[in-house]
């Protein structure tokens, strides 16, 4: 199953970002970056991503191919009050290379030490994996987009939570949208 996400190098600061080699139907989506994590959190992200991808209505190709959809992925470890909170953005863009969709959450990862990236563990990784998939094959497939004026849920310890904000919400910041996806 590995071939599915493989590495390519160069596309993302810390090196590679996901790809796969599996040919498919339907749409497909292409990591240009995934930009934040050091090298061994991003490895494990990969094997999230990889994980949580062959459930999805898309097929995830590498970034040198063709594809319906690219994304260019943040993340950063934030320390509040002695625990760490994994922020995480993702950028959908089009073909045309117009953003579609922007997905965001927060991932609590535990108690704070010398290295904030230390407690992105696993499940927390798995997590973010599965709400930004999931908010990526929901776009595409056309289920459960927010209403344009449906108010943002709060942020809290439960499961992951994508917020989305389609297309031109920067001109309106006080109407947000959000997609909630459980982390079952």
């Given amino acids: 199953m590995f071939a599915l996400l493989c590495l390519t190098a160069g596309c993302a600061s810390n090196g590679a970002a996901p790809t796969a080699t599996a040919s498919g139907f339907g749409p497909t989506v292409a990591f240009e970056s995934v ?16 994980a949580e ?7 995830i190709v590498s970034r040198d191919a063709a594809a319906s959809y690219r ?5 950063s470890a934030q320390v509040h009050r ?9 950028d959908v863009y089009d073909r045309d290379q117009q953003r579609v969709l ?13 290295d904030a990236w230390a407690t992105a563990d696993d499940q927390a990784l798995r997590r973010i994996a599965q709400a930004g998939l999931g908010g990526v094959s ?10 344009p004026d449906a108010p943002a849920q709060p942020q809290s310890s439960g499961p992951a939570i994508a917020l989305s904000q389609p ?3 920067e001109t ?4 947000p949208t959000a997609l909630a996806f459980s982390a079952r």
């Fill in 138 to 147: 929901n776009f595409i497939s056309g289920a459960e987009r927010p209403a």
């Fill in 167 to 169: 297309p031109g919400a």
């Fill in 35 to 50: 930009d934040g994590p050091p090298p061994q959190v991003f490895d494990r992200l990969v094997r999230a991503l990889e």
């Fill in 172 to 175: 309106a910041p006080d109407r």
């Fill in 82 to 90: 002695g625990k760490t909170t994994i922020a995480w953005v993702w």
């Fill in 53 to 59: 991808s062959a459930s999805r209505s898309f097929t």
């Fill in 102 to 114: 922007r997905l965001s959450g927060e991932e609590g990862a535990g108690k704070a030490g010398r």
């Fill in 71 to 75: 994304i260019r992925s943040y993340l």
